[in-house]
């Protein structure tokens, strides 16, 4: 399903769907601690959805009725319509995905950032982290780095938990974006780690010696419970130079 996204003053198109990561949002990112609301199941919820459509052939409205094999007689259903010409396949997946969220999308994360915000658009997917310790993640800075076409040495800010299960690590680079993938670290000392070489990483572009430009990021992380993933709703200001990220 496409959408209208407005970005950087272009108009375009975004789709839902499978999306790389576009971007972390760390303790040391925000100005206040990152919210988590939780909404619980109600009888006010909708848990079926009916698509009406124009048929390409007759050009008559239609609808088409998307329900869960478990509840094929829903007790409360949104009636969505949609103007435009398509099939019954096409809109049978538009009415599916709108049920989808009304079912599992209950949690909601709002983080208040610097500027940080502004590299990020509606429905792109990020990566969430706090400083909770029961939440097997951290974060912290990479002070000094060195690389060979083996391997690449980080020295970080903090001491850094090898007590999870598996750990891996994600790298914020200075432009915002995260590491493409999960990385697997090797300890060195409490401080210090080393990840396998890759040209993802691309370090011979990181800045580390200029104080003006913020120094990369390393979230840490159990592999088994990972740092939490949201999808950006609203990017909107909160105030002198700070912007509130909306994610489900």
Request: proline content about 6%.
């Amino acid at each position: 399903m496409g959408y209208f996204l407005l970005s950087d003053g272009l108009l375009s198109v975004g789709r839902e769907g499978v999306k790389s990561w576009t971007g972390i949002i760390t303790p040391q990112d925000t100005v206040e601690e990152m919210q988590t609301s939780f909404r619980v199941p109600s009888e006010d919820d909708f848990d079926g959805v009916d698509v009406k459509y124009i048929n390409p052939v007759t050009w008559a409205e239609e609808t088409v009725q998307c329900r869960t094999p478990e509840n094929p007689f829903p007790r409360k259903t949104e009636a969505y319509t949609i103007d435009v010409a398509m099939t019954a396949d096409r809109a049978w997946r538009i009415g599916m995905r709108r049920l989808m969220k009304y079912l599992h999308q209950r949690r909601t994360y709002t983080a208040t950032t610097s500027m940080l915000g502004w590299c990020h658009d509606f429905g792109d997917h990020i990566i969430l982290s706090d400083d909770i310790p029961t939440g097997k993640t951290q974060s912290c800075l990479i002070d000094a780095m060195i690389y060979d076409f083996q391997k690449i040495t980080l020295h970080v800010t903090e001491p850094l938990d090898w007590s999870y299960a598996n750990p891996r690590c994600w790298i914020q680079f200075q432009d915002g974006r995260p590491s493409s993938r999960m990385l697997t670290p090797q300890r060195v000392d409490d401080f210090t780690l080393t990840v396998p070489y890759n040209d993802d990483l691309h370090p011979d572009d990181w800045i580390m010696d200029d104080p003006d430009i913020d120094l990369p990021k390393l979230l840490f992380c159990d592999s088994e419970k990972g740092a939490r993933h949201g999808i950006v709703q609203e990017v909107a200001p909160s105030g002198d130079q700070q912007l509130s990220d909306y994610c489900t």
